[in-house]
């Protein structure tokens, strides 16, 4: 069965460095999301992305963030100076633009 | 602003017991969706419920949606240990375009004990 991959599955950087975390879509999807659950908290949407654009942005996606779908494969999510807070779960999404979107294993980011 | 609140946020059961977890969102939504997380693990789909009325049952899971009311709820009869999880219920709206941009409510830890 098709399935969304992210890697790295746990990253771990010190506070002020670039991270970026990767995300295979399924073949056929073209709509794209980022969301974020902090420990214990709700799953908050970040980020869509259509045809090569972003089309929607929480107020939480700000400068530091950063999507991009390099070679037409991949699906990255930059944070450019990573803070404490940005410590969460990071999970990729896809679609093909139908009812449902299929989430990804997650990238555990822990900033120290 | 949408917003989706969902009670209880902690739930501990006997197993065979019955129980519904609620979800209330704030906005007219035309899609509700329910997820499971396991501890560490991603999200599962278990239903989409598109209309007023809709009914989705899946084993011992049932899921119901009253737009009228706004409310959506997931029915656990006779609960066994497999079901412990965290259930999240998540709201689409239309006009954010396809299924994807969702909005989440808090979560029901839900702890199954025999």
């Known amino acids: 069965e098709p399935e969304v991959t992210q890697t790295p599955s746990h990253q771990v950087t010190q506070m002020g460095q670039e991270v970026i975390l990767r995300c295979v879509p399924i073949s056929n999807h073209l709509y794209f999301y980022w969301y974020r659950q902090i420990l214990g908290q709700k799953v908050e949407f970040l980020v869509s992305f259509y045809n090569n654009e972003i089309s929607e942005k929480s107020e939480i996606f700000d400068d530091q963030f950063s999507v991009e779908r390099p070679d037409g494969s991949n699906f990255t999510l930059k944070i450019r100076s990573t803070k404490l807070e940005d410590s969460a779960m990071y999970f990729c999404?896809?679609?093909?633009?139908?009812?449902?979107?299929?989430f990804g294993q997650g990238t555990r980011l822990t900033v120290v | 602003e949408l917003k989706v609140e969902q009670n209880p946020l902690f739930l501990s059961m006997q197993e065979g017991k019955n129980y519904t977890i609620y979800c209330n969102y704030s906005?007219?939504?035309?899609?509700l969706y329910w997820y499971r997380q396991d501890p560490g693990k991603s999200l599962e789909s278990l239903f989409v419920l598109l209309s007023n009325g809709a009914v989705k049952q899946e084993g011992r899971l049932m899921a119901s949606l009253d737009t009228k009311a706004r409310l959506s709820t997931l029915h656990i009869t006779a609960a066994v240990h497999d079901l412990s999880a965290t259930y999240f219920c998540?709201?689409?709206?239309?006009?954010?375009?396809?299924?994807?941009?969702?909005?989440f409510g808090q979560g029901t830890e839900l702890s199954v004990k025999p």
């Open positions: 906005t007219t939504s035309d899609r």
């Open positions: 999404a896809t679609s093909t633009g139908g009812l449902e979107a299929f």
């Open positions: 998540a709201v689409a709206l239309s006009i954010h375009g396809p299924g994807g941009k969702l909005i």
